[in-house]
Every structure is written in structure tokens, then in C-alpha cells.
């Protein structure tokens, strides 16, 4: 859980070094959101599946979900990269 909230933290870290590259912030804000709401839809979804339906079946919803997540993470450490190294 807390390997979440650290990928979590990499594109607001990042967003705070963009500050002043207005493109690279909006961008790095926007990866935030949407790696919290994904993460957050994953989490309950599949706490939701391990209590009803059990171990090992997960539907398309689930599937986007976790695919929309490691999507937002994968944005998320790049935008950290950039901002470390400077736009």
C-alpha cells in the first residue's frame, strides 16, 4: 500500500519542479488526478471482487481500470524524470 501512495506522490513531486513550465504542470496535475482516481477505483473494485466473486476473476472493468492505473504510474515517473532533469 505504500509503494501506491510513493508512485502516487512521483507526478506531484514532479509537478511541484515544473512549476513555472505552465505545459509540463498542467500536465504532471492532470497525471495526478488521474492516477488518484484510477488508484482509487482499483482499490475498492477489487476489494469488492475479493469479498463476492473470489481469487482469480476479474472482468473488463477491472482489467481497464488496472491498465488506466499503470498507465497514470508509467506517466507519472516519466513527468518525475523530466522534472528532475528540467524540461
Known amino acids: 500500500m505504500l509503494t501506491a501512495w510513493l508512485l502516487l506522490a512521483a507526478p506531484a513531486i514532479a509537478a511541484i519542479l515544473l512549476w ?8 504532471a496535475v ?12 482499483t482499490e475498492r473494485f477489487s476489494a469488492r471482487v475479493w469479498r463476492t466473486v473470489g481469487v482469480g476473476r476479474r472482468n473488463r472493468q477491472a482489467r481497464r481500470n488496472e491498465g488506466v492505473y499503470l498507465l497514470t504510474v508509467v506517466a507519472g515517473i516519466a513527468l518525475l524524470v523530466v522534472g528532475l532533469i528540467g524540461p
Open 20 to 27: 513555472g513550465a505552465w505545459g509540463w504542470f498542467g500536465i
Open 30 to 41: 492532470v497525471v495526478t488526478v488521474l492516477e488518484y482516481v484510477a488508484f482509487r477505483r
